[in-house]
């Protein structure tokens, strides 16, 4: 008997040395937080990005050559075969290179319950009757764009009275998407963070990932150095991420991507997305950053 507990303990011992060469028992092991790096991209109007010659492989061949990781396609509300047979096409090149697809669907007003709510809820069992039609080349992931701050009713800096209708819909589109191994990610804006404790933990616990949509600090009419564009987007980025979680502690959190779009940087947005996350490494509740969007790149300059 005494012999065994010597072997228990030697294993328990081996086990442990083992833990600690690692760094702790909740260290990150090297490479992780940037394999699990989101580096996603918006693409509206998706039939008609779909629709001109080797548009799905062009798609593909700007992710590859830009870095990104993940998609967030437009699935429309409605189409013929063709565009069903153009977007699971898309997804299967998409998966070839080892990026995710997303289904993008957005709403002004999904936060309200009734009609408004149940009509989205429509949209996200559409994604799933795809999924099921297509279980070669489905969707990873629902991504929401609901923007009841643009309703007259809802602006001003401090108004949140939309927030728990907003979660409310958060939370009944992740039982539908999750009951059908979906992912659920979401855009929301910058006062969204600005609420207090309560509100904040009502929000970041609807969902596991949010996205930032960190827009207009700057513009490349303004006259400003890259050097103090990025140092403006870096401290407001810092700033925004210790708001979110000030006061709040807990695994149930969502992870935030930064979201930049291209009118606020132009030529040099790959640069800023870049210094996202050599200033956010390390930092467990940053998740990446998204880029707004891939129809930019489409429309030339004027």
């Not at 980025?237 to 935030?256: T, W």
């Not at 132009?266 to 129809?295: C, F, T, V």
Request: glycine content about 8%; proline content about 5%.
């Amino acid at each position: 008997m005494t012999r065994l507990t010597s072997v228990l303990a030697t294993g328990l011992l081996t086990s442990a040395l083992l833990l600690l060469s690692d760094g702790s028992a909740n260290a990150t092991p090297a490479g992780e937080i940037e394999d699990n790096t989101a580096h996603g991209l918006w693409v509206w109007k998706s039939p008609s990005v779909l629709a001109v010659r080797r548009g799905a492989e062009t798609l593909r061949d700007f992710c590859t050559a830009e870095g990104i990781n993940e998609v967030y396609v437009g699935f429309p509300a409605s189409g013929d075969g063709s565009v069903e047979s153009q977007m699971a096409h898309l997804i299967d090149l998409l998966h070839r290179s080892n990026i995710r697809a997303e289904a993008l669907l957005s709403s002004e007003d999904a936060d309200e319950p009734g009609r408004h709510r149940e009509a989205l809820l429509g949209r996200v069992r559409e994604v799933i009757d795809f999924n099921r039609r297509h279980s070669a080349d489905r969707f990873d992931g629902i991504h929401l764009d609901i923007e009841p701050q643009q309703r007259p009713e809802n602006k001003g800096s401090g108004n949140l009275r939309f927030l728990p209708g907003l979660v409310d819909t958060y939370r009944a589109v992740r039982t539908e998407a999750e009951g059908a191994r979906l992912t659920v990610n979401a855009d929301i804006q910058i006062k969204l963070l600005k609420g207090n404790r309560a509100e904040r933990k009502m929000l970041l616990e609807s969902l596991p990932r949010l996205t930032l949509m960190l827009y207009e600090l700057n513009s490349p009419a303004d006259g400003s150095s890259i050097e103090e564009q990025t140092h403006k987007l870096l401290a407001a980025s810092r700033n925004l991420m210790d708001m979110a979680y000030a006061g709040l502690a807990g695994p149930d959190l969502a992870s935030l991507t930064v979201a930049l779009r291209t009118p606020d940087y132009g030529p040099m947005i790959p640069q800023m997305l870049k210094a996202l996350d050599e200033a956010h490494r390390g930092n467990l509740r940053y998740r990446g950053w998204a880029r707004h969007s891939y129809n930019d790149t489409l429309t030339p300059p004027r």
